[in-house]
Each structure stands twice: as structure tokens, then as C-alpha cells.
């Protein structure tokens, strides 16, 4: 009876020790296949520091991406980390999203929308030697010079005066001067108007600083561009350059607030 036991006995532990050498491998594989797919996942995924700020950037957000002492935006980037860590500083960084849910850009994302109906943006950041010592006033020094009197006019002249009225919470600055031909606003698209027939739309502090500035064409149809500008201070020492359709102007405070939020949102943790 008792060798009965004895071999239940240890039939039984072998059985146990075998499972539980099983559970641990099985345990061992996950833990490895989950790495695996992490590493999948991130593989394209750019690391650097942005402004000041070490930051992992999806490879769905690096488009157009280009690091300290290259010439210029690279589509084919090289993301070795080998070669790539944390103090490499990133000087630009551009993507295309879709507002309002801020989408990345992927295929066949753009069918059936055309230029005069589209709500996809082009973002573009400069940090790093683009930023340049200067880049805190960047936006101070932009408006004035669009509205700079002492511009030299050779031929005609395109002279900014301030609108009546708040254009969606922006102040507004419009174009006048011997330059302006508000007959070829009318013409189609790409024909006509003077591209420097702009209007300024700018936002300021209680200090008086320019947080936002914003141009826009004046040509009249659904296509035209505005550019909007403004600064990831204190969070990153960079600024950002967002181009949309016009249609979307009275938009621009939630579009500014989404776009720093995704590049916020970079940030390592």
C-alpha cells in the first residue's frame, strides 16, 4: 500500500514539475514574442531631442525629418539607433494630419476629397539650428515686418492697415497700396493675383508678444492657403508652421491647441 503511494506520489510531482517547467517556457515565449512585436512597432519610430526635449517620434509623423547638420529634409531618413540617441538634436520636423481628429496621413486617406474641400494640414517644426538664437522673437519680427513702412517699393507697393474689426478673435491687417488689384482676386486659381496680396491675422499676449500669426491669400475661391504660425514655448523650444485651407481659418485657436498637444505628446515620459 505504501509503494501504491509512493508511486502516486511521485507520478504526481513529475506531472506538476512538468507542467510548471511548460507554464515557464510558455511564459518565456510571450515575454519574447511580445518584444518582438514591441520592437516591430517602434522600428521606423526616430528618437532625438527637440527643442530641448528628448522625444520618440511615431514613423508615421517623420515624412520630412531632418537632424542637426543635414542639408535639408531627407523621405528615405536612416533611423539607426545606433547612430541616434536621445542628445541628437532634430532642426525640422513635418507631417500631414487631418482635422479635427489630428489622423496621420496613410493610403488612401485623401480619396475623394480635392483641394477645395480637403481638411488635411501640413505641419512643419523647426528646432535646433532652425530655431536659431533669435527663434523666441521669430513672430514679433515677422509681423513687423509686413507691416514695416520703410520697405523699399520699386515698382508698386503692398502697404498693411489695420481692419476694423476681430476676425474670430484675431486682430486683422489687410492689404492696400498701389500694388493691390482686387479684380485679379476674381481670376481662377494660380492665375492673376499678387502672391503678396496677403492679410495678417494676429493674436497677442497681455504682454504684447505675438503668440499666433496667420496669412492668408486673398484670391477668392475654396483652395486658397493660410499659414499659421506660432511658438511650442515653454514646453519646446521650437515653432510651428501649419498650412490648411482657408475655410478652416475660424478654426485656428482649436487647430493650434491639437497639433501642440500631438507634438507635445512626443515627449519621452
Known amino acids: 500500500m505504501q509503494k501504491f503511494i509512493k508511486d502516486k506520489l511521485n507520478n504526481f510531482l513529475s506531472k506538476a514539475v512538468t507542467i510548471s517547467i511548460i507554464a515557464f517556457i510558455s511564459l518565456v515565449l510571450v515575454i519574447a514574442f511580445q518584444s518582438i512585436a514591441r520592437a516591430s512597432d517602434d522600428r521606423g519610430a526616430a528618437i532625438g531631442d527637440l527643442g530641448g526635449v528628448p522625444v520618440v517620434i511615431p514613423k508615421v509623423y517623420t515624412n520630412l525629418m531632418g537632424y542637426s547638420r543635414d542639408s535639408s529634409f531627407s523621405d528615405k531618413f536612416d533611423f539607426d539607433g545606433g547612430r541616434k540617441n536621445y542628445k541628437s538634436k532634430i532642426n525640422r520636423l513635418g507631417f500631414q494630419v487631418r482635422y479635427p481628429d489630428m489622423?496621420?496621413?496613410?493610403?488612401?486617406?485623401?480619396?475623394?476629397?480635392?483641394?477645395?474641400?480637403?481638411?488635411?494640414?501640413?505641419?512643419?517644426?523647426?528646432?535646433?539650428?532652425?530655431?536659431?538664437?533669435?527663434?523666441?522673437?521669430?513672430?514679433?519680427?515677422?509681423?513687423?515686418?509686413?507691416?514695416?513702412?520703410?520697405?523699399?517699393?520699386?515698382?508698386?507697393?503692398?502697404?498693411?492697415?489695420?481692419m476694423k474689426n476681430d476676425v474670430h478673435g484675431l486682430v486683422g491687417y489687410a492689404t492696400t497700396g498701389s500694388g493691390v488689384d482686387i479684380e485679379k482676386r476674381k481670376i481662377n486659381f494660380g492665375r492673376g493675383a499678387d502672391l503678396r496680396d496677403r492679410n495678417i491675422y494676429v493674436f497677442k499676449g497681455k504682454d504684447g508678444k505675438v503668440l499666433t500669426l496667420i496669412e492668408c491669400g486673398n484670391r477668392e475661391h475654396d483652395a486658397e492657403r493660410c499659414q499659421q504660425y506660432f511658438n511650442l514655448r515653454p514646453d519646446i523650444r521650437a515653432h510651428v508652421q501649419i498650412n490648411y485651407r482657408k475655410a478652416l481659418l475660424p478654426h485656428w485657436k482649436e487647430i493650434q491647441r491639437l497639433t501642440t498637444e500631438l507634438v507635445v505628446g512626443f515627449r519621452v515620459k
Open 103 to 162: 489622423a496621420s496621413l496613410g493610403a488612401g486617406a485623401r480619396t475623394g476629397e480635392s483641394i477645395f474641400t480637403t481638411t488635411w494640414m501640413r505641419v512643419v517644426i523647426s528646432s535646433g539650428d532652425s530655431y536659431g538664437s533669435g527663434g523666441d522673437g521669430f513672430l514679433d519680427r515677422k509681423l513687423d515686418y509686413h507691416l514695416s513702412a520703410s520697405r523699399t517699393c520699386k515698382s508698386k507697393c503692398i502697404i498693411y492697415a489695420p
